[in-house]
């Protein structure tokens, strides 16, 4: 099921990509395996998937200290008290949504002697439940990460308002795609656009995405 499972994901990517005029080759599939065991993530590793997503670090904990090999992206809120355990366990945190948060991912860069390579969470939606900067905040923010050399920006990430027909939502990502090309400079390019989900990857893809995080269409309806 899981290697039927993503086939399925793989095609739907590379026809999204195709529809767009874009190289499947610069989309990267992030397997969420949120409530996903060891075992299922050994076997997606071993179908080929590199990337994986948690968003809950005491649940990732096991996961990451028995598969260190692969890559381990942090895709929930970031608690500041959990910054040093992440920053040792994971390649990318795609959500520094406060400078708060960007501080303290400074301070335990200094004392890991590492860099942090973030996405800046932007909450284009507008939606109270969701975390992220406004729009309107973003350039500012971006500006006093200057300042805190220990981070490394990669780019955005936002993350859509739960809806039946993905098509309402492709002004989501097309406005996250507008603010990427906005606010990129020659020392932070913001290669990456994370966003898109099990229910609507395919638009992310269209609109640019680099990274769609999926759970659901890979492991079943355990999984976000």
Excluded at 104 to 128: F, M, P, Y
Excluded at 159 to 178: G, I, K, Q, Y
Aim: hydrophobic content about 40%; overall charge positive.
């Amino acid at each position: 099921m899981l290697e039927e499972n993503l086939r399925q994901v793989k095609n739907n990517i590379l026809a999204a990509a195709r529809r767009a005029g874009r190289d499947p080759g610069k989309i990267r599939l992030v397997a969420v395996t949120k409530t996903v065991g060891v075992e299922t993530v050994r076997q997606a590793a071993a179908l080929g998937l590199e990337d994986f997503g948690e968003n809950r670090l005491q649940e990732a904990r096991e996961k990451v200290r028995l598969l260190p090999q692969l890559r381990w992206h942090f895709i929930g809120h970031l608690q500041t008290n959990k910054v040093r355990d992440v920053l040792r366990s994971f390649s990318l945190i795609h959500s520094l949504d406060r400078y708060s948060l960007a501080e303290a991912l400074q301070r335990w860069g200094e004392k890991l002697d590492c860099r942090a390579r973030v996405l800046v969470q932007v909450n284009i939606s507008g939606e109270e439940s969701k975390h992220g900067l406004d729009p309107q905040e973003l350039p500012d923010f971006l500006e006093a990460l200057h300042d805190l050399p220990r981070i490394v920006v990669l780019g955005l990430m936002t993350m859509a308002p739960w809806v039946d027909n993905p098509e309402e939502v492709r002004p989501v990502f097309r406005r996250l795609r507008e603010l990427q090309q906005k606010h990129r400079r020659p020392e932070m390019t913001l290669p990456e656009l994370s966003m898109g989900m099990t229910a609507d990857y395919t638009v992310a893809v269209e609109e640019g995405a680099t990274l769609v995080r999926v759970g659901t269409a890979l492991f079943g309806p355990r999984t976000g």
